[in-house]
């Protein structure tokens, strides 16, 4: 069964001002895929045709950089359009809003931890929140397309949240302000995802 690309939950436009019609538009479309249609070519006939996503990012060490690439590109933007949504954002409550407070000391405190994550990513990757295997949350960093999903991830977990810091997420509208595009990224957070998540 091939990957096929999944729906926007929203419509395009619904994250402006923060994130622009014309990015989300080419992200989804254009960037998203062609790591869907890359990810098919690459696993086709292969005995990873018919694993689940969460299988092959376990195994990706001994898969060709194709399948590394394209399959973390799936994975981490099927996950970013989840955890994004309009009218959302702000300090989460609930077991979201005590797991982050109770791991990181406050809201403010993640909030600044993500973002120097995010911003300490030299050139394209992505900043994660995830639990690991005993259910603690910490926030890591990845090159590329790579996630902590994978087992050749630094620090392996599940992520729960994830923000794409590649230029093509936020060059049209930030251009190379990337901190002002993580800043904006927290207006559109959608917490309820996120705790769905957790
Ligand atoms: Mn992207």
Known sequence: MAFTLPALPYSFDALEPHIDTRTMEIHHGKHHQ??????????????WADKSIEEILANVSRLSPAVRNNGGG????SLFWQIMGPGKGG??????GDAIQGSFGSFDAFKEALSKAGMGRFGSGWA????????KLFISSTPNQDN???????????PILGVDVWEHAYYLHYQNRRADY???????INWDAVAARL
């Open 148 to 158: 902590p999903l994978m087992d050749l991830a630094e620090q392996k977990g599940t």
């Open 128 to 135: 994660w929140l995830s639990k690991d295997a005993q259910g």
């Open 74 to 77: 799936h994975y981490n933007h």
């Open 91 to 96: 300090v989460p409550t609930g077991i979201i």
């Open 34 to 47: 062609a790591y869907v249609t890359n990810l098919n070519t690459a696993i086709e006939n292969t005995e």
């Open 182 to 188: 993580l800043n904006a990224f927290f207006n559109v």
